[in-house]
């Protein structure tokens, strides 16, 4: 085990397609309102790919910019992750895709389906490669083209649901800073609360299908509610606990921005202050496997990233999955 370098993120990008759906937009979409859903939950606008564009295509300008921060050729690259529901197609991995329009020539590439907490999942699983000398360095990418399983006559989803992606390159760094621990669970029990029931091998696409509308997101939205706020604290204190850390030492806790009820009722039973939270879901809505790289790129662009920062990223989503992980900046 003494050969186990340490893992950290050395370079971060984001990317959301330019189009923007409005509250007022949905408005005339749906039975809602601008105060029904800034009130419910404080997503004013959300930004919303065209026809054209599929989620490797929302992937690749954050992947790019990762990997210029980080200073690292693509060509350089170990391994391509990609944290999506929403892949280019069924077969193949959408990973292979960006390996590809990347001219990452040296690397191998793979989906990894965790919903909402995909990239802590990814992060994770891939960094203890990169520390036992497996892989040198890794892109873990998250993102989510959300509007395309998204029923617009569903008022229930359709006002929560945003497109994003963010990137984050993981290299070996200085003993002590980097990924310091992590919490990862799923309860599969949960799998009816948040899923796409058509398209795929359980009830594959027929016109049934399609007019049922089963190919969209289906959210029963008040059970997942319940379950996140309690999902957010116990991920939260478990990887603090595994890093030997306690919600005082956090200088930064980027949150899956799903809704800021949840966020806030999470802060609060933590008892960490509001400033020390990263939230950007006013813009972009819930982007899921996008919304913690996005929110993270968002923070480094702020300059509020510094050295030897404590940071805690937390999600919780669809499986159900949740987790969290801490790192030293
Ligand atoms: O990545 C994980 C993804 N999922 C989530 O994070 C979702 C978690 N859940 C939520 O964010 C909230 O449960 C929602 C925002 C989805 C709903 O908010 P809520 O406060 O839990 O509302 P509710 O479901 O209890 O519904 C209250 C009322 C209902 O009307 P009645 O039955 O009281 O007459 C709904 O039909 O609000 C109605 N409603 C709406 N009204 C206007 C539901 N959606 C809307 C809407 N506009 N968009």
Request: proline letters at 4%; aromatic letters at 6%; a negative charge.
């Amino acid at each position: 085990m003494d050969t186990l370098v340490s893992v950290g993120i050395t370079g971060v990008g984001g990317y959301a397609p330019p189009g923007i759906l409005t509250n007022h937009d949905l408005e005339k979409m749906v039975d809602t309102s601008d105060e029904w859903i800034r009130t419910r939950s404080g997503i004013s606008n959300r930004h919303i790919a065209d026809a054209a564009t599929a989620t490797s295509d929302i992937a690749l300008p954050a992947a790019r910019q990762a990997l210029e921060r980080a200073g690292l050729a693509a060509e350089e690259l170990d391994m391509v992750v990609m944290a999506t529901f929403t892949p280019d197609y069924l077969l193949p991995a959408t990973a292979c895709t960006i390996q590809h329009a990347l001219g990452a020539t040296r690397a191998g590439a793979f989906d990894l389906a965790a919903a909402c907490t995909g990239f802590i999942y990814a992060l994770n699983i891939v960094a203890p490669s990169i520390a036992t000398g497996q892989f040198r360095n890794a892109l873990v990418i998250g993102g989510d083209t959300l509007s395309k399983v998204t029923d617009y006559t569903d008022r229930g989803t359709c006002v929560l649901f945003g497109d994003g992606a963010g990137a984050a390159v993981l290299q070996p760094v200085p003993a002590g800073r980097g990924l310091l621990s992590s919490y990862l669970r799923a309860d599969g029990g949960g799998c009816e609360m948040l899923y796409i029931p058509g398209g795929s091998t359980r009830k594959p696409a027929t016109h049934e299908t399609v007019d049922a509308r089963d190919h969209f997101v289906k959210m029963s939205g008040n059970e997942v509610f319940r379950f996140a706020v309690r999902a957010l604290e116990e991920a939260v204190l478990e990887a603090l606990g595994r890093a030997g850390l306690t919600t005082a030492d956090v200088d930064l806790i980027v949150p899956h921005q799903a809704n800021i009820r949840i966020i806030d009722g999470a802060a609060k039973r933590l008892g960490i202050p509001e400033d020390r939270w990263v939230i950007n879901l006013h813009e972009y809505g819930n982007t899921s496997g996008g919304s913690i790289p996005l929110a993270l790129n968002e923070a480094y662009e702020q300059g509020r990233l510094h050295e030897g920062d404590v940071v805690v990223f937390v999600a919780f989503g669809g499986g159900l999955t949740w987790g969290a992980s801490v790192l030293r900046w």
